[in-house]
């Protein structure tokens, strides 16, 4: 029988950085990625996401919008809380304990950029030319990173 291997794999995570900032990760340490209100990018943390993932932290709407930080995937998709919550902005009355539909996933902080690498400068960067988050139309929240973007963001960030 041939043993398989969990390769680390890497993502970019999105938030408005007036809603919820890599500083935010920073004082919390550790935050259920609640919110994510898109199939595909849930599917992506139930299916995806493993325990050890790397993340890089991406500020949108932001000004400069761009990658400020890194953090970790820390625990395997569990259902999002905030869907079962009425008083919460992401509540979803389809959502109850036996049919969560939503998930989510718990990162943790890692480091802040010395210089966050902007949208602007993605763009222009030859390795990170296929990344999805350059994609005409491409508006998800979560998508996967390739070893190559996931490193040479890393390289522009420190």
Same mark, same amino acid.
């Given at each position: 029988?041939?043993?398989?291997?969990? @390769?680390?794999?890497?993502?970019?995570?999105?938030?408005?950085? !007036?809603?919820?900032?890599? =500083? %935010?990760?920073? @004082?919390?340490?550790?935050?259920?990625? !609640?919110?994510?209100?898109?199939?595909?990018?849930? =599917?992506?943390?139930?299916? #995806?996401?493993?325990?050890?993932?790397? &993340?890089?932290?991406?500020?949108? +709407?932001? @000004?400069?919008?761009? &990658?400020?930080?890194?953090?970790?995937?820390? +625990?395997?998709?569990?259902?999002?809380?905030?869907?079962?919550?009425?008083?919460?902005?992401?509540? %979803?009355?389809?959502?109850?304990?036996?049919?969560?539909?939503? /998930?989510?996933?718990?990162? @943790?902080?890692?480091?802040?950029?010395?210089?966050?690498?902007?949208?602007?400068?993605?763009?222009?960067?030859?390795?990170?030319?296929? /990344?999805?988050?350059?994609?005409?139309?491409?508006?998800?929240?979560?998508?996967?990173?390739?070893?190559? !973007?996931?490193? !040479?963001? &890393?390289?522009? #960030?420190?």
């Amino acid at each position: 029988m041939k043993a398989t291997q969990s @390769k680390t794999q890497h993502w970019l995570l999105k938030s408005e950085g !007036e809603c919820y900032s890599i =500083n %935010d990760l920073k @004082k919390d340490g550790t935050t259920a990625w !609640e919110g994510v209100r898109n199939f595909q990018a849930r =599917n992506f943390m139930t299916q #995806g996401m493993k325990v050890g993932d790397g &993340v890089l932290f991406y500020h949108s +709407s932001s @000004k400069p919008s761009g &990658v400020f930080g890194l953090a970790q995937v820390v +625990s395997p998709a569990h259902p999002d809380m905030s869907a079962q919550n009425k008083k919460d902005e992401h509540y %979803d009355s389809k959502a109850t304990k036996e049919n969560p539909i939503w /998930m989510c996933v718990d990162v @943790k902080y890692v480091e802040t950029f010395k210089n966050p690498v902007t949208l602007d400068q993605i763009r222009f960067q030859p390795k990170l030319a296929g /990344m999805t988050l350059l994609k005409r139309g491409s508006r998800l929240s979560i998508t996967p990173v390739s070893d190559t !973007e996931y490193n !040479e963001i &890393v390289r522009l #960030g420190q």
